[in-house]
């Protein structure tokens, strides 16, 4: 619970039923040497009320409480400083304009902890320094650094950085951060901003200004203007986690630089004075690149997770690319329309890497 920002509260279940009376039965039949170590008389309690798509008034909020007299508590009441909270949790269902009379559901409780909900308000991009038009939401990048199980110490690799969201959300937890991107203005925050009624970026735009804001500037290493497709790195493993959201030209297109040869080849469909510095980078060969620097550069155990775009009617699990050196963890989803979604893929390094033929030369020697 001090990571996870999709669950609002855990509670320890006492009770529940569809009606007070269901509710009331359940809970006289919960075992009482469960309940006496929270309720003795040593002990100072409170008791909060909970309703998801209504609003009770304070008399009606009381009512509920003293129904509750017949449970064994022996404690005190402290309002301000509990050693335990309980909890009664009503459930009216979704739909704010049919709101029932009474509750689908009744649960009772004791309260354990509180998620993360907090952050991705705190985090929000609304509030954050510099963002692009494919900054990734707050709630999102934290999912993606817990699916990536990142820590304290662990170095994180966006190679498609952009604005540095997933980095912010990874240096929340301790890791330190780097990336790529092939946008220079994007990485040095300079041109047009994104931002409404703001016409160019400011001097101070920046992922590691962005780092800065929230106090984790001492987790930034850098980020550099590099090709994913051609990477820089000398070989050998380096990274715990790769998170990253590749672009898939929806509202950013795909590029990569052009080698010697395949500008020459692209002049003849170019004016005499122009030459191409930059080509089309298809997707299944972004995302084949992806998992090949993954599962070259990962630690053994390190893991990879990025977003990939699907046609939802053609879409099979066969699709989602594969590398032997990595294990499938988790493939969720994410629709964004009727016939398209985003799929979460969770992948683990589970096997040194190995280039074509060392194998074999290792062993002849």
């Not at 959300?169 to 301790?174: D, I, L, N, P, V």
């Not at 990336?179 to 040095?188: A, F, L, P, Q, S």
């Not at 950013?252 to 004075?273: A, D, F, N, V």
């Amino acid at each position: 619970m001090r990571r996870t920002v999709c669950a609002k509260s855990l509670f320890e279940l006492w009770g529940h039923g569809k009606s007070p009376e269901e509710l009331y039965s359940s809970l006289k039949s919960y075992p009482v040497e469960k309940m006496v170590p929270f309720l003795h008389s040593d002990s100072t309690y409170k008791i909060k009320i909970h309703t998801f798509n209504k609003t009770l008034t304070q008399e009606e909020k009381v009512e509920r409480i003293d129904a509750l007299e017949f449970l064994p508590f022996e404690g005190k009441v402290n309002l301000k400083k509990p050693q335990h909270v309980f909890s009664i949790l009503e459930d009216y269902g979704l739909d704010p304009n049919r709101i029932p009379e009474n509750p689908h559901n009744i649960y009772f409780g004791r309260w354990i902890a509180d998620g993360q909900r907090e952050l991705i308000e705190s985090y929000s991009v609304k509030k954050r320094h510099f963002i692009g038009n494919t900054s990734m939401d707050a709630g999102l990048s934290f999912i993606m650094a817990n699916h990536a199980k990142v820590k304290e110490n662990d170095l994180v690799f966006d190679p498609f950085v952009g604005t540095g969201g997933l980095l912010i959300a990874s240096a929340h937890f301790g890791a330190y951060v780097c990336g790529t991107d092939i946008d220079y203005n994007t990485v040095h925050g300079l041109g047009k901003a994104s931002r409404k009624n703001q016409k160019w970026r400011g001097p101070d735009e920046n992922i590691r200004a962005n780092l800065r804001q929230y106090g984790l500037e001492k987790f930034y290493l850098d980020v550099l203007v590099s090709d994913a497709s051609k990477p820089s790195w000398r070989k050998g493993t380096y990274f715990d986690a790769i998170i990253t959201d590749p672009p898939y030209g929806i509202r950013e297109s795909t590029r990569r630089t052009g080698s010697q040869k395949e500008i020459l080849k692209g002049i003849e469909k170019c004016p005499e004075s122009h030459v191409p510095v930059s080509l089309t980078y298809h997707l299944s060969d972004m995302f084949l690149d992806l998992i090949n620097f993954a599962a070259e550069t990962l630690v053994l155990g390190g893991r990879l997770v990025y977003w990939l775009p699907v046609y939802t009617p053609e879409y099979s699990e066969k699709m989602v690319p594969w590398h032997p050196c990595l294990r499938l963890v988790s493939n969720c989803e994410q629709r964004l329309s009727s016939h398209t979604a985003r799929r979460l893929i969770t992948m683990e390094k589970v096997k040194e890497f190995e280039l074509p033929g060392q194998r074999r030369s290792m062993n002849q020697s």
